[in-house]
């Protein structure tokens, strides 16, 4: 049995995230979509219908609310509201207007991403975040979708991890996604022009909707210096996190994501250890990661910046080992918040199983979904945590 210690704050976020490219489906005009329909693509399955949620988004929310979450993190998709430069499409801003709605009817609190990880492929096709005209491009996208949170939603993340963005690029033009991008450098070019289009478009959404509290998702690493490596550490974590949360002071919050570590030698990057157990996704088991995160986010930031915990789950298909994991992580993240940091909220990776990126083989999803009916079941551990959520209060 679970000692549930910790009590939350009132107003306090509890819920599960998702992303449009992994749960929607037949998101043709995306980037993503062409990815991986390339002829040479290194993908090794496509997303197709992913778990349709475009259509049983309602469901979605249904099944989140009934099992005791007050909040559900969701993207827009910019390929889908802006299918062509500077046309906006009116059924697809139309569409996620009730699904805001529909969130707020079923009691769950929206946190509405901008931009994860898809764009539209004309916008690729220019150049993605290099073209000089990125960062406008994004804003005249931000000004549309401003209209539709009206009243509906208060949190918003511009985009999501802009530090995986940026070691992707580089990735690419390399002529793949290899497992590992611990060992890549990050493109410059696009962090500088992330960062722009990130602080262009907070401030376009705050004077369209004063209300709105603006922030971005980062991939926390949980870099660890191994003794005598901390020079080494800082400087390896500058350019692939620390600079993205640098980028966030004065912002209304801090979207921290976190899963595993990433131990750091004089040399760089160590592997993981053989005797580590790991998850489907390769990743070290590594619970501890959240509460870690979020210090070493507070500590970036200053301390001035609330934390939103947008993402932090494992891709297992022991369910038991989802709860093991879970309970370990939030008590770390209660010990973080009663050591005063100051954390708005805890938002699940992943409310659904869903395209992971590649491969719908890692699966993160407190409810699983089939493949060919997409019926939904939860899971044991989407009861467990929505108990927890409805009890107000975290282990540890
Ligand atoms: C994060 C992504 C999310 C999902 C999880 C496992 O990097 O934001 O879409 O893939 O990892």
């Not at 209209?147 to 208060?154: E, Y």
């Not at 301390?303 to 939103?308: A, F, K, S, W, Y």
Request: proline share 6%.
């Amino acid at each position: 049995m679970t000692n549930h210690q910790f009590t939350l704050p009132d107003g306090f976020l509890f819920g599960a995230s998702t992303s449009a490219h992994q749960t929607e489906g037949n998101n043709v005009n995306a980037d993503w979509w062409a990815f991986e329909h390339r002829s040479e693509t290194v993908v090794h399955e496509t997303s197709g219908d992913a778990a349709d949620s475009y259509h049983r988004w309602r469901e979605d929310m249904d099944l989140l609310a009934d099992l005791g979450f007050n909040a559900y993190r969701f993207s827009v998709e910019w390929a889908r509201i802006e299918p062509a430069p500077g046309q906006v499409s009116q059924s697809a801003l139309a569409h996620y207007r009730r699904m805001l709605q529909g969130a707020h009817d079923r009691g769950l609190e929206p946190v509405v991403t901008l931009h994860h990880f898809t764009s539209p492929r004309w916008f690729a096709e220019r150049g993605g975040w290099t073209a000089p005209d990125a960062a406008e491009a994004f804003t005249r996208y931000t000004e549309a979708v401003a209209p539709v949170l009206d009243g509906l939603a208060t949190h918003v993340a511009t985009i999501n991890e802009p530090n995986m963005l940026a070691l992707i690029h580089t990735a690419l033009r390399q002529g793949g996604v290899p497992a590992d991008l611990h060992h890549l450098e990050p493109d410059e070019q696009i962090t500088t022009a992330m960062i722009e289009a990130h602080h262009a478009a907070k401030a376009t959404l705050h004077s369209a909707q004063p209300g709105l509290r603006v922030g971005w998702t980062v991939a926390n690493q949980v870099f660890q210096a191994e003794p005598g490596a901390e020079d080494a550490c800082r400087a390896h974590a500058w350019p692939r996190e620390d600079c993205f949360l640098e980028a966030a002071r004065g912002d209304d919050w801090i979207g921290v994501q976190a899963y595993t570590r990433t131990r750091v030698g004089p040399d760089g990057p160590l592997p993981i250890p053989d005797a580590a157990e790991r998850t489907l996704t390769g990743w070290e088991y590594y619970p501890e990661a959240l509460g870690e995160a979020v210090r070493h986010t507070a500590e970036v930031t200053g301390g001035q910046v609330p934390v939103l915990v947008t993402e932090n789950g494992i891709a297992t298909s022991d369910d038991q080992r989802r709860v093991d994991y879970t309970t370990a992580a939030l008590t770390g993240l209660a010990q973080a918040m009663r050591d005063g940091i100051d954390v708005r909220g805890y938002l699940h990776w992943s409310a659904l199983d869903n395209y992971e990126w590649g491969s719908y083989a890692p699966t993160f999803g407190l409810i699983a979904v089939d493949r060919d009916t997409f019926a939904r079941t939860p899971k044991p551990s989407a009861h467990w945590l929505g108990s927890l959520a409805r009890s107000g209060r975290l282990p540890g």
